[in-house]
């Protein structure tokens, strides 16, 4: 068994600090900017049926995946559907590749080292929900502007300081005319997100021991292609029916077409006026988006960072 030391200690923190290993980083940038550029447009399609209340004259309606597809092509062209790749490139690339970097880090320092010592659900989910909210931190900005570009249709008339030409200018004029407050709207609902992350890691971590253990093997050892794809595709379906709400939230708030003085605002009125099925609004995209996007982060991480 692990003793853990006090980890307000310095000695433990440059502990925690020896077990950062950058290829984790190179991973999970790989994955997510390679996911990102495949499943872009059901992405778009996922935010612009989440802010979707039935209410905003200016936001265009869909009767489904596939009128989405066609209505998008016909009025903004191909190009319509890539509306904030780059943000989300970048977000994706960042957030993954911290995410990994950090999850890593963490679950290396409590296993004290020992890569084969299993840490149950508990601890599965404290460091995936710790690496969590250290990404989050670090590209929620990217995250507001890449909402925003997503929800920029070719026939909308915004004022200049709302209109952004690009994930820079977004940036610039998003901190210029609403602060670093402005950079961080969502921040709370992202916070429940983390949630999902560490719901995901949890179920996949806990679904590779288990099924190692049943054969008899170390809980590293090096799986097929084909188990990990499955243990990404489950872990991804488990986590987003449990927590997908919150993604609903966070793009209204993010969006400037409704004024929501917070996240309860934004939860009483979508209740009020949606009921349940307003919170599931955009699942059917998003759980064709995530899912071979997971399956492909986790499959490229898996590959490129273990040896055994």
């Known amino acids: 068994m692990t003793t853990m030391k006090n980890p307000n200690s310095s000695s433990n923190k440059l502990a925690l600090l020896s077990h950062i290993k ?20 059901l992405d778009l399609i996922k935010i612009r049926f989440a802010v979707n209340d039935g209410r905003t004259a200016t936001i265009p309606r869909y009767d489904g995946l596939g009128s989405a597809f066609v209505t998008i092509v016909k009025q903004e062209g191909v190009k319509g559907l890539y509306r904030g790749v780059t943000p989300n490139v970048w977000g994706s690339g960042s957030a993954w590749g911290f995410y990994f970097l950090f999850y ?20 599965h989910m404290l460091a995936a929900a710790e690496a969590g909210i250290l990404s989050l931190v670090m590209t929620n900005p990217i995250w507001v502007v890449k909402t925003r570009l997503c929800l920029q249709y070719s026939e909308d008339h915004m004022a200049e300081h709302k209109r952004y030409r ?23 609902p992202g916070m429940f997100g983390v949630s999902h992350g560490a719901l995901q890691f949890m179920t996949y971590e806990e679904m590779k021991n288990r099924y190692n253990q ?50 309860l605002h934004c939860v009483h009125d979508t209740w009020r006026y949606e009921r349940l099925p307003g919170f ?16 492909l982060v986790m499959l490229i991480w898996e590959k490129f960072t273990n040896n055994h």
């Not at 890593?104 to 601890?123: E, S």
């Not at 690009?166 to 005319?177: A, E, P, S």
């Open 214 to 263: 049943y054969r008899n093997l170390p809980i590293d050892i090096k799986l097929t292609s084909a188990e990990y794809l499955t243990f990404a595709a489950v872990s991804k379906l488990v986590a987003a029916g449990a927590t997908y709400p919150y993604q609903v939230v966070r793009a209204r708030l993010q969006d400037q077409r409704r004024a929501y003085s917070g996240v």
């Open 280 to 295: 599931y609004k955009g699942l059917t995209p998003y759980l064709l988006h995530v899912t071979p996007n997971i399956c």
């Open 104 to 123: 890593n880090a963490i679950k290396t320092w409590i296993q004290g080292g020992n890569a084969r010592t299993p840490l149950g659900p508990g601890l």
């Open 22 to 41: 950058y290829e984790h980083l190179v991973a999970g940038i790989s994955g997510g900017v390679t996911s990102t550029l495949i499943l872009h447009p």
């Open 166 to 188: 690009g994930m820079v200018d977004g940036l610039t004029k998003i901190y210029r005319t609403e602060g670093i407050r402005g950079l961080y709207r969502g921040f709370v």
